[in-house]
């Protein structure tokens, strides 16, 4: 995926739920902070953005983004790409990470805007996870340099989670440096 997919998939998101202020939280959140050209393969793989919003409680955006742009969709079959609906509380993120979100507001994304995670927030969140997938993806922007290990040891102590999932965190940052 690319910027102007991404700008795609949030001006579609906007128009079809009616709210601008849109958070990317999965691997294309990467795409806030660069473009493609400017990041390892593993970084961009993936065709899919997963989309959130601040005012959601009950999902009901996230399940109208599903509908409508969603895997399988006729977006989806028509462009190649689609955005997953998901709340914000899926990804497990450094406290602050709101203020540090790089804006990405573009022309084409209007009427909405993304909020994108800043790098080591997503790197961190993916490590939270632990796929084979975040593995390689974490892998990909350490060997890069595009993220630095002492910084993604700095947010995974920002971590509001139990002192054993902060250190398999850190064990991880480790094993993909």
Known sequence: MNREQLAHIIRAAATIT????????????????????????AATMSMEADVAFFDDDKAAKADEVDGAIGELSQFHETFGYYAQGVEIRTAVLPVGWEDRAELLDRVDSRPGFGRCLEPHDLVVSKLVAGRQKDLEFARA??????????KL?????????PNAVVRRVRTLIARCS
């Not at 849109?22 to 400017?38: F, T």
């Not at 922007?141 to 002492?150: D, M």
């Open 18 to 41: 009616g709210d601008g202020d849109i958070v990317i939280i999965g691997s294309q959140s990467i795409l806030g902070a660069a473009d493609v050209d400017e990041l390892p393969e």
């Open 141 to 150: 922007l350490i060997e890069y340099e595009f993220v630095a290990v002492s």
């Open 153 to 161: 040891h700095e947010r995974a102590e920002m971590l509001d989670q």
